[in-house]
């Protein structure tokens, strides 16, 4: 079946710790997204890629860095410079026509900094 | 920029209630509008789309209907179900871009009891 993994699922590190969260598509799908939601905000824009190689930010980008190497695999990491990092971790991709761009959703990883 | 107003939640209903969630938006152009679910612990799930101003979206005995007159996407459901609690999010992707992002509501918890 084809879909979006993110793991870990939990996510535990100390404060000051670097962190990096996984995202595999095997849809084939061109575009990826990462949003962070915290309770009572919906979902935040973090960084996307529409292609290989290429991202840009989105609304929260600082303290987060990406990188898109393969189409399948869309990375972030949440650095020690990220003020509050305690959050669930969404990430999306979205594909051509054929899904009429419609953006499907990994399960998330919560991730708690300590 | 885009924004989009959810009304506040939690809803609480009792099974076989009608359920109206609001959904009104801000944007430049004719953004296509989502509702998304999210069930604890999960990802986001696609309950139903419109692209196109009157166009009626349906799912899983879910409507809503795009007015552009009242910038607004309301979400209904005749009967509900202790199933459908959960939490729902509007959605919008601005007109014309096709791997646009999407600006997300705050969400409404959705709760029915039996």
């Known amino acids: 079946d084809g879909g979006i993994t993110q793991s870990p699922k939990y996510l535990f590190r100390k404060e000051g710790q670097n962190v990096t969260l996984s995202c595999e598509q095997n849809l084939n799908h061109d575009a990826m997204y990462w949003y962070r939601q915290d309770p009572g905000q919906g979902l935040r824009l973090i960084y996307y890629s529409q292609i290989v190689n290429d991202f840009q930010k989105g609304d929260i980008a600082e303290g987060y860095s990406v990188s898109r190497e393969k189409k399948e695999s869309f990375p972030l990491t949440v650095t020690s410079a990220q003020k509050n990092p305690t959050a669930f971790y969404l990430c999306a991709s979205t594909g051509g026509q054929e899904s009429s761009y419609e953006q499907y959703f990994g399960p998330g990883t919560r991730l708690t900094v300590t | 920029g885009d924004s989009v107003t959810q009304m506040e939640g939690p809803v609480t209903l009792s099974e076989e209630a009608f359920l109206t969630i609001n959904c009104t938006y801000t944007a430049t152009g004719y953004p296509s509008l989502f509702w998304y679910v999210q069930y604890p612990g999960e990802g986001l799930q696609l309950l139903l789309k419109a692209t196109k101003a009157d166009d009626k979206g349906s799912n899983k005995g879910f409507e809503a209907t795009y007015r552009k007159e009242t910038t607004s996407f309301h979400l209904e459901k005749g009967s509900v179900q202790v199933s459908d609690s959960a939490v729902y999010f509007c959605?919008?992707?601005?007109?014309?871009?096709?791997?646009?992002?999407?600006?997300f509501g705050q969400g409404t918890i959705l709760t029915v009891h039996p």
């Open positions: 959605a919008l992707r601005r007109g014309g871009t096709s791997y646009g992002k999407l600006t």
